[in-house]
């Protein structure tokens, strides 16, 4: 199958920064690119679908400002928390349509741990 | 509105013992329904379709439209199976949403 790599897999930072998590399609291009946060014991929420070339679409009660979403090419998707907070902590994972595999299959990076002190 | 349940938060069930992990769903039009499954400390990955009608690792799901369902089966739970399962909605724009998620625990 198609392979979605996440960087950095965990990632502490001081309350008041800002911190970029990036998504990569390692052998295919991605048009779309779907990021989602999970708390522990919880399910995935969706926040964001990124598109290539223009603006993310946010899910309701996600702050844009906040979480920046970029997709500058067809392999690459970054999601920036902006002056985190403890209450930003959580495990934020990423996902990807490959246009090679019939189906339209998706496919998930292993995830993001972000711890915010 | 779109919306998926799985009541179960928990299943545990010894090994050879048949399994079914309950999914119902909500929405408009016409879903795509998958289940994905996270094994311990790996990543969420597919498990089945439903416009694919297979079955995988002895795993079946059958769409129930009148009931709204999408439960997935297993006639015979190995220890291996013991993992996260979580039953997906994808509606317009590939946009998918999940369950909360069902702990499979297969017992010796």
């Known amino acids: 199958g198609a392979v979605v790599s996440q960087h950095p897999s965990w990632v502490i930072c001081k309350s008041g920064t800002s911190v970029k998590i990036e998504c990569r399609s390692l052998?295919?291009?991605?048009?779309?690119m779907f990021w989602y946060r999970q708390f522990p014991k919880q399910s995935l929420m969706l926040m964001a679908t990124s598109n290539e070339g223009s603006k993310a679409t946010y899910e309701q009660g996600v702050e844009k400002d906040k979480f920046l979403i970029n997709h500058a090419s067809l392999t690459l998707s970054t999601l920036t928390v902006t002056s985190a907070h403890p209450e930003d902590s959580s495990f934020y994972i990423c996902s990807a349509i490959s246009d090679r595999h019939s189906g339209n299959t998706i496919y998930f990076g292993e995830g993001s741990w972000l711890t915010v002190v | 509105a779109q919306r998926v349940t799985q009541p179960e938060k928990l299943l545990s069930v010894f090994k050879g013992a048949p399994v079914e992990l309950k999914c119902n769903y909500s929405?408009?039009?016409?879903?795509?329904l998958f289940w994905y499954v996270q094994y311990s400390r790996q990543r969420l990955q597919l498990l089945l379709r439903h416009i694919s009608r297979e079955s995988i690792k002895g795993f079946t799901a059958d769409l129930n439209k009148g009931e709204t369902s999408f439960h997935l089966k297993k006639p015979f739970a190995q220890e291996e199976d013991s993992a996260m399962y979580y039953c997906a909605l994808r509606g317009g724009g590939f946009k998918t949403i999940f369950g909360a998620g069902t702990r499979l625990f297969v017992k010796a």
């Open positions: 929405y408009s039009g016409s879903p795509e």
């Open positions: 052998d295919f291009q991605a048009t779309t």
